[in-house]
């Protein structure tokens, strides 16, 4: 519920275009579209600073190459906020984009044998010269600000569960 509220609606409803919000946003809140949240990676993280996924826009289109790792809802996931490094116009920024299940080029492999969280589905998400329509960029935010707001947004979730398996430790 968190991956799905903070990490996938909040950046549609707060960075999306009217299009994208009416596309997505109903689907999600009904349980019918599922998300995921593309941000850490192999090598770095989820230091988004560091990454290396990169978008190449080409005409009305971008190629998107790279993988994230430990994606909770990957493999269920009908769209993925993927964040990557986009130069825009000389310099170098972060941009968030909506990439949909089945975009050629995208794969979700589930991660098998981890030692917690077994009830989510983990998956590493690999890009591969995926063309995302320009259309599925969130046009209202660049740089670190997009991913790490979001992140902000999901660690109040994060802390009450933390809180609530506690309690239930101690009484139970």
Known sequence: ASVQSSLCMFPIYSFGNEE???RFLP???AGKIIGCFGLTEP???SDPGGMSTRAV?????YVLNGSKIWITNGTIADVAIVWAKVDDGGAESIR?????????GFVAKEIEGKFSLRASFTAE???QDVKVPAKNLL????GLRGPL?????ARQGIGFAAMGAAVACFEG
């Open 57 to 61: 826009k080409q005409g009305d289109h």
């Open 149 to 153: 707001s979001c992140l902000n947004k």
């Open 139 to 142: 046009p209202g935010v660049q």
């Open 27 to 29: 689907g999600m809140a």
């Open 43 to 45: 090598d770095f993280g």
């Open 125 to 127: 998400l690999s890009f």
């Open 20 to 22: 994208q919000k009416e």
């Open 96 to 104: 968030g984009f909506l990439v949909e299940k089945g975009m050629p």
